[in-house]
C-alpha cells in the first residue's frame, strides 16, 4: 500500500542536542509538509516543500530545518531542542499544492525532551 | 485570514446515539473544508472535503457534513455512533493562496459510551 512513513516513531532527545526526524512517501507526491502538534492543539505547519523548493513558514523557529533530498525522504532537523520543542511531529504528503488537495499523514514521531 | 473554531473540546455520545461535531469556519474568500479523523498515535486521515460541489458532502464510516454558507458552517454527522468512532476529529480550511495552507481547527475528542 502507498504511504507515508516516519522513523522513529518516539524519539527521546537531551535539552540542546539535535535530532534528526524522518519521513517517506511511496505515493510520489509533489509537495511534503511538516506539522507540529503539541497536546490538545491544532496541528501547526512549520514548512513544506513542492519539489524541491523549500517554504518556511513566517512563525517557525529558525531552530528547526528541512531537507528533502529526493522525492520520496523529508527530514526535520532541529538543532538545538527546547523543552517547548517536546511534541508530536507530523509529516503530511499532497499530490500538489491545490487548495482542495487531500494531504496524506504519517503516523507521526512523538519527541521527548529532558 | 482564514480560521476554524471547534465548538466543544470533548463531546461523549451512547452508542446508536448521533454523533453531531461543530466547526464554524472564517473566511473573506470561499473556501475549501475538511473534516480529518485521528485515531491515538496515529496521523491525521481525510474524512471528506467540501470542494464548492454538493453542499452535502458524504465520507467515509458513515460521516457527513454540510456547508452552509449563510451560517459559516459545516458541522460533521453520522447517525449512528459506534464504538470504533472514538478519536480526535479536526475540521479544517484551506483558500487559494498560490499554495494549499490549511488551517486546522483546535480539535474535538469523541467519547462513545457503550
Known amino acids: 500500500d502507498a504511504m507515508v512513513i516516519q522513523n522513529p516513531r518516539y524519539q527521546v532527545t537531551q535539552f540542546g542536542k539535535p535530532v534528526t526526524l524522518s519521513c517517506s512517501q511511496t505515493?510520489?507526491?509533489?509537495?511534503m509538509y511538516w506539522y507540529q502538534q503539541k497536546s490538545s492543539q491544532a496541528p501547526k505547519l512549520l514548512f513544506h516543500y513542492y519539489d524541491k523548493d523549500f517554504n518556511n513558514e513566517a512563525d517557525t523557529p529558525d531552530n528547526f530545518q528541512s531537507r528533502r533530498p529526493n522525492t520520496s525522504f523529508c527530514f526535520l532537523d532541529i538543532r538545538s531542542p527546547g523543552l517547548g520543542d517536546a511534541a508530536m511531529y507530523l509529516c503530511?504528503?499532497?499530490?500538489?499544492?491545490?487548495?482542495?488537495?487531500?494531504?496524506?499523514f504519517g503516523p507521526g514521531t512523538r519527541l521527548t525532551v529532558l | 485570514a482564514q480560521s476554524v473554531t471547534q465548538l466543544g473540546s470533548h463531546v461523549s455520545v451512547s452508542e446508536g446515539a448521533l454523533v453531531l461535531l461543530r466547526c464554524n469556519y472564517s473566511?473573506?474568500?470561499?473556501?475549501?473544508l475538511f473534516w480529518y479523523v485521528q485515531y491515538p498515535n496515529q496521523g491525521l486521515q481525510l474524512l471528506l472535503k467540501?470542494?464548492?460541489?454538493?453542499?452535502l458532502v458524504k465520507g467515509i464510516n458513515g460521516f457527513e457534513a454540510e456547508f452552509k454558507k449563510s451560517e459559516t458552517s459545516f458541522h460533521l454527522t453520522k447517525p449512528s455512533a459506534h464504538m470504533s468512532d472514538a478519536a480526535e476529529y479536526f475540521c479544517?480550511?484551506?483558500?487559494?493562496?498560490?499554495?494549499?495552507?490549511?488551517?486546522f481547527g483546535t480539535g474535538t475528542k469523541l467519547q462513545v459510551i457503550p
Open positions: 505515493l510520489n507526491h509533489n509537495v
Open positions: 479544517a480550511v484551506s483558500v487559494s493562496g498560490g499554495y494549499q495552507k490549511v488551517t
Open positions: 503530511a504528503t499532497s499530490r500538489v499544492a491545490g487548495e482542495a488537495d487531500t494531504q496524506y
Open positions: 473566511s473573506s474568500v470561499p473556501p475549501y
Open positions: 467540501y470542494t464548492s460541489a454538493a453542499t
